[in-house]
């Protein structure tokens, strides 16, 4: 177990977004978050990354409460997370795109940098070398030199998680990685994600597609409301009462 | 790069022949242009790469200048001491400023930076005992005779050492920012511009960031104030209004926001612009206002960045390098 979240609550005025959710993350497991529009997947994505303080409750990752502690750090604890929208730097080049990515191992301080010392440069060529590497990884690096808001958008998709991987996460977010792919990418997106499970990196992914969470994750979590109704095994999920009676005339279990 | 040098080497031939045998009144607006390019600079930072308009740049600007003012006479610290001194000075200031207003995003920020120049300038005209108010502070020492090895005695009284002095800062205004902007700060600045959440998730800390841009920014007007003070020799609460922030933020505009150049650019032709429509007095301030215009609505990236996109539709092979 690498995360525990313990009784998280966020209201917004008088909405309940994410009410008391009890959940937690084991290291290496690909997990999903799935549950009607508006059950609070995103919101309780925002609050485990600090995105938005949550109300209550504690984000315990490896022993310390990150409950409320501002965006960037999280990220520098190694939670990394992609946004559904706005996920890219549009304006700046894939390969800018990826370099910021990997802002949190840059550890060679201000004045090291601007006194031009060795070491400063030595990371810098380092994390430069690390960039190419993943572009490479997801086939991005024939457009480096591009404007992000020039690539098409599977290729978005794949720079927004070249992106996350460019920071070395030891848990990645995904906030409905497959929405707007069609079935091709889809499969592509599979195999990505298992890529970076055999990476060792742990992840954790909010979801529409049923098809394509029974198919990749070990456990699934059921929203409905801002409350978790399900926890198990996707086939016990497919199974349960419940939680087809929340999809009941939405979706079709494959 | 390399080929980046031979313009440069170019432009720094040029900038040391060029006041060698120039009329003293010419050499005047080197100096004036130099300065206010620094003051450009500094605010070029906020508004080029945080995508922050800053309306208070003036204040750093003035409070540069009355603490190298005051430091000098009163306390009769050495001109050198108390040129980097009052950078600090402001960025002291810049800290108190900096930390409630950068919270706030954009009008408001720019609001908030409003409120302070206004305060500030009041607080020139007002504190008397400390500024002698709107008559200002006269007889601000020059930095003195500096005993240099080969050059021998150089007295900054003289314009063409104070012209050196000026180019001098302002070449280490320029190649600071370059570098700062090229390494992983710049890259964070830009990130937080485009898109602060997602800056956020990657583990950019946008107040950190912001906080360091806008001391750097204030120091660097700082500087700029105390080489202002020590070549007028005289201050006064006019210099450093509201208007002048505004002077600032339209050179840097006209210039290009968007370059590290753009700022210098920008105060040197409106440096220089208004002084060779003297011949045409009473239609000056007119025509100045037509190419500010004209500027504006046909070069929305400013002179430099006109210029670059020019040089850079020249060469079509651009893009494909790593």
């Not at chain 2, 990130?191 to 360091?212: C, W």
């Amino acid at each position: 177990m690498i995360l525990q979240i313990q009784g998280l609550t966020k209201r917004f005025h008088g909405l309940t977004a994410v009410d008391r959710v009890d959940m937690h993350v084991d290291k290496g497991e690909i997990l999903a978050i799935i549950g009607p529009n508006g059950a609070g997947k995103t919101t309780l994505f925002n609050c485990i990354t600090n995105t938005l303080p949550p109300t209550q409750g504690s984000v315990i990752w490896k022993g310390e409460n990150i409950a409320g502690k501002g965006p960037h750090l999280a990220a520098q604890k190694g939670i990394i997370r992609s946004f559904q929208h706005a996920n890219l730097f549009p304006a700046l080049t894939v390969k800018e795109n990826v370099l910021i990515g990997a802002h949190r191992r840059y550890a060679g301080g201000f004045w090291k940098t601007m006194a031009g010392a060795k070491s400063a440069g030595k990371e810098e060529q380092q994390i430069q070398k690390a960039a190419s590497e993943v572009l490479k990884a997801y086939e991005l690096i024939d457009k480096r030199n591009r404007p992000a808001r020039s690539l098409s958008f599977g290729e978005m998709r794949r720079l927004q998680i070249a992106i996350c991987m460019a920071g070395k996460p030891e848990l990645l977010l995904l906030d409905e990685p497959a929405g707007g792919l069609n079935p091709e990418e889809t499969q592509q997106l599979m195999g990505m994600i298992r890529r970076i499970q055999a990476q060792g990196i742990t992840v954790c992914l909010v979801e529409h597609d049923m098809k394509f969470v029974m198919g990749l994750c070990s456990r699934v979590i059921v929203l409905d409301a801002g409350r978790k109704i399900a926890e198990g095994a996707p086939a016990e999920i497919q199974n349960n009462q419940q939680v087809i009676k929340v999809y009941l005339g939405g979706i079709q279990f494959a | 790069m390399n080929k980046a040098i031979l313009p440069y080497g170019i432009l720094g031939i040029l900038l040391i022949i060029i006041p060698f045998g120039m009329p003293n009144y010419y050499l005047h607006l080197m100096i004036m242009a130099g300065i206010s390019s620094i003051l450009a600079l500094s605010l070029g930072l906020l508004v080029g790469y945080l995508g922050l308009v800053s309306f208070c740049q003036a204040a750093f600007y003035g409070i540069g200048a009355y603490t190298s003012a005051l430091f000098t006479m009163h306390l009769h610290i050495p001109f050198w001491v108390s040129l980097p001194l009052s950078g600090l000075v402001a960025v002291f200031f810049g800290i108190i400023i900096g930390f409630p207003s950068l919270k706030t995003k954009g009008p408001y920020f720019s609001i908030m930076t409003l409120g302070f120049g206004q305060i500030m300038s009041l607080i020139f005209v007002n504190w008397v005992d400390l500024t002698r108010g709107s008559q200002g502070i006269p007889g601000i020492p020059s930095p003195g005779i500096l005993e240099l090895p080969l050059l021998g005695a150089i007295s900054f009284k003289d314009k063409i050492p104070y012209y050196f002095l000026v180019l001098a800062i302002l070449v280490i205004t320029f190649f600071f920012m370059r570098k700062l902007l090229t390494c992983q700060l710049g890259r964070s600045l830009t990130a937080i511009r485009e898109n602060e959440m997602l800056a956020g998730a990657v583990g950019i800390r946008a107040m950190k960031y912001k906080l360091i841009a806008f001391m750097i920014s204030t120091f660097f007007a700082g500087l700029a104030g105390s080489l202002y003070a020590h070549y007028f020799r005289f201050i006064s609460p006019v210099s450093f209004t509201v208007v002048q922030s505004f002077e600032t933020l339209i050179n840097v505009i006209f210039g290009g926001a968007a370059l590290l150049i753009g700022p210098v650019v920008g105060s040197t032709l409106l440096t220089v612009i208004p002084e060779a429509l003297r011949m045409a007095s009473e239609y000056r301030n007119t025509i100045y206002a037509v190419i500010l215009l004209l500027v504006i609505l046909f070069l929305p990236g400013g002179i430099a960045g006109e210029l670059k996109d020019r040089l850079l539709a020249k060469r079509p092979s651009e893009g494909g390098a790593p």
